[in-house]
Nanobody
Framework: QVQLVESGGGLVQPGGSLRLSCVAS??????MGWHRQAPGKQRELVATITITSIIKYAESVKGRFTISRDNAKNTVTLQMDNLKPEDTAVYYC???????????WGKGTLVTVSS
């Protein structure tokens, strides 16, 4: 049974930093990453990282966010620096199970960037 436990959301001022973590259990995951959904908008990809450390970022977060994973601990971390009000959203951990390719989602953690 796949379980995802997210942590690290909160309120931060513009220009500040937050770190999100997601611990996954129950399988091996070919891809781990983060998506976000702002109020009134569709869910969008933020960053993903494969088991071989191939990384993809949304253009809007390149240079500000850093994704990493620890394969031994099945953990994916998103370091978010220089946060902007437009980064405000619910952030969801997403993993893809190996080898079947099923998608799993965390419950989400709220990130609010406001002065």
């Amino acid at each position: 049974q796949v379980q995802l436990v997210e942590s690290g959301g909160g309120l931060v001022q513009p220009g500040g930093s937050l770190r999100l973590s997601c611990v996954a259990s129950g399988s091996i995951f070919s891809i781990m990453g983060w998506h976000r959904q702002a109020p009134g908008k569709q869910r969008e990809l933020v960053a993903t990282i494969t088991i071989t450390s191939i990384i993809k970022y949304a253009e809007s977060v390149k240079g500000r966010f850093t994704i990493s994973r620890d394969n031994a601990k099945n953990t994916v971390t998103l370091q978010m620096d220089n946060l902007k009000p437009e980064d405000t959203a619910v952030y969801y951990c997403n993993v893809v199970r190996y080898p079947a390719g099923e998608n799993y989602w965390g419950k989400g953690t709220l990130v609010t960037v406001s002065s």
